[in-house]
């Protein structure tokens, strides 16, 4: 009964001197707008469509991230590639590409489904709109912008240069 | 009685008021920011410097917001119910003295309302009233979470008052009178926390009962009773509630200091006018706020006590140390 109280007592003075400490102690408040906290390597945030070195657009137009999608917010278009105006090295490129971010759940899994690596999830999540039409990206935002000096798509092509999806296949390693 | 009397009483219940309502504000941004570093964060810092804003941004806030009275409710008394709740918690600091008599405009200025022979039955009883406000405040409301925090508020009201009215009589009677006044000054030599170390802890933990602050907010226990009594109250309704609830946080502060910590007694409280009691006004007020924030260190250390618990340590432990207390004074003050 008197061990009880004092043990009481003490787990007591331990709780008020706890928190009389913390108060003295820095705060690990980060402040949002002026400090942001670097994301990790693996941070799943705004996607975005990916190009070759030379140009051309990584998107051959296949929709299996629209059939991966779990919350449905990919809409895929594709249309054929001509030599005249070619915009992925395979037969097909996607004409629309849609992602509504609202319904996006950011679970990488059109990552995963990507047979050419083209769809990536970047490191962007200060994402917020005022309508919901904003809330819906297309191909023009999601499309990575081209290295200097490399022409835009539709690029005009030689007959048979390329006539594979994935030109260059890397062996897993 | 001269027309410069009344003017003197009229501005000091003015003066009053406003160091009550401005308090009342200051008070929250206290607690915000204390307890914001005591849970290792910054807490309000964008209004204002350090938030200092943050008080008139929530008024303006309050002020605008849609008055909702559910269609159930009780009109006439969901409407009464926050006033009659806020009065009784402002008025009650009318028998507190701030300091000594000082002298101003030519005239002797006491620092305090008025100087009633039976204030402590004045602060009992006042307090005691606002205890209806929030009854008929959840009665009001028809709702059964109102109802539960209303139910709880007024039986945890009850069984704490006893044990707090015991507890105050201890310097009443090692001060020989029930004046706030009298009993500050019989604190010149020791302060009556020393010899009524006992009366302090009961007082302590029934004030804080008494303002169902925690670890005993059972009436209005967010996470059980969304809100209690003030679920249905939104606009500025619920802003008298919370006013109510802080101002008698600062009023339970600074009865609390001049019961047991000294009032306005402290070194060089003698010199002459007016020197001396402008120190008064310092200590007291400083009493004050290290009192407050030691209410604002409790909310931020210790959990909600369970409800039978709270009954069982009100009238099992208290009451019975209270009374004791009592009886124990007494007998030193006969013999003595």
Same mark, same amino acid.
């Not at chain 1, 990552?111 to 999830?121: N, R, S």
């Not at chain 2, 969304?226 to 109510?244: D, H």
């Given at each position: ?30 402040? !949002? ?14 996607? *975005? ?17 629209? =059939?991966? +999608? ?6 895929? &278009?594709?249309?054929?590639?001509? %030599? ?8 097909? #490129?996607?004409?629309? #590409? ?5 319904? +996006? ?23 917020? !709109? ?34 594979? =999806? ?8 | ?24 504000? #200051? ?5 915000? @920011? ?5 849970? /290792? ?5 964008? =209004? ?16 605008? @917001? ?43 200025? *006491? ?6 022979? /039976? ?12 205890? #209806?406000?929030?009854?008929?405040? +959840? ?27 015991? =507890? /105050? ?9 029930? *004046? ?36 005993? %907010? ?26 109510? &609830? !802080? ?50 260190? /409790? ?8 409800? %039978? ?6 009238? @099992? ?20």
């Amino acid at each position: 009964m008197i061990k009880q109280f004092f043990e009481s007592v003490i787990a007591l003075v331990q709780g008020f001197s706890f928190t009389l400490q913390s108060a003295f102690t820095k705060p690990v408040t980060i402040q !949002y707008p002026e400090q942001k906290r670097e994301v990790r390597e693996r941070f799943k945030g705004r996607h *975005s469509l990916m190009r070759y070195e030379n140009g051309l657009e990584k998107c051959i137009g296949c929709a299996l991230c629209a =059939a991966a +999608c779990p919350p449905g917010a990919i809409f895929v &278009e594709a249309a054929e590639n001509t %030599d005249e105006e070619r915009y992925s090295p395979g037969e097909r #490129y996607a004409s629309t #590409y849609e992602i509504n971010m609202l319904r +996006c759940i950011y679970c990488g899994f059109c990552e995963d489904a990507c047979p050419t690596e083209a769809i990536v999830l970047g490191h962007e999540y200060a994402l917020s !709109y005022t309508d919901r039409r904003s809330s819906i990206f297309t191909k023009n935002m999601l499309l990575q912008p081209v290295q200097p000096g490399v022409m835009d798509t539709p690029q005009r092509t030689d007959p048979g240069q390329f006539n594979r =999806a994935v030109p260059i296949m890397k062996n897993p390693q | 009685m001269d027309i410069a009397m009344v003017l003197e009483w009229v501005v000091k219940a003015a003066v009053i008021l406003a160091v009550m309502t401005g308090g009342f504000a #200051y008070v929250t941004w206290l607690e915000r @920011k204390q307890l914001a570093r005591m849970q /290792v964060r910054i807490g309000p810092n964008r =209004a204002g410097f350090a938030g200092l804003l943050i008080p008139v941004a929530d008024g303006i806030k309050a002020i605008f @917001k849609e008055e909702l009275i559910p269609a159930t409710a009780d009109k006439f008394f969901f409407v009464i119910a926050p006033i009659i709740t806020v009065i009784p918690s402002l008025i009650v600091t009318a028998v507190i003295p701030w300091g000594r008599t000082i002298d101003l405009f030519g005239r002797s200025v *006491s620092l305090y309302l008025t100087d009633i022979n /039976v204030a402590i039955l004045y602060i009992l009883s006042v307090t005691s009233i606002s205890v #209806y406000g929030i009854t008929l405040a +959840c009665w009001a409301s028809n709702n059964k979470y109102s109802m539960m925090g209303g139910l709880r508020a007024t039986a945890q009201m009850i069984s704490y008052e006893l044990a707090l009215g015991l =507890a /105050v009589l201890g310097p009443v009677m090692m001060a020989r009178s029930m *004046s706030i006044v009298s009993i500050v000054e019989a604190q010149k030599g020791l302060w009556f926390i020393v010899p009524q170390i006992v009366a302090f802890m009961i007082f302590v933990l029934t004030s804080l009962a008494e303002i169902n602050r925690n670890p005993f %907010d059972m009436s209005e226990a967010e996470q059980e009773l969304t809100g209690g009594y003030n679920t249905e109250y939104s606009g500025m309704k619920f802003a008298l509630f919370f006013m109510a &609830e !802080y101002i008698k946080m600062i009023a339970i502060s600074m009865i609390g200091t001049s019961l047991f910590l000294g009032g306005y007694i402290g070194p060089g409280i003698d010199l002459p006018s007016p020197w001396g009691p402008l120190l008064g006004i310092i200590y007291f007020w400083g009493k004050t706020i290290i009192w407050l924030m030691c209410i604002i260190w /409790v909310r931020a250390t210790l959990p909600r006590i369970r409800y %039978d618990r709270l009954m069982a340590l009100g009238w @099992k432990i208290l009451f019975p140390i209270a009374l004791l207390n009592v009886l124990v004074t007494a007998a030193v003050q006969i013999w003595k």
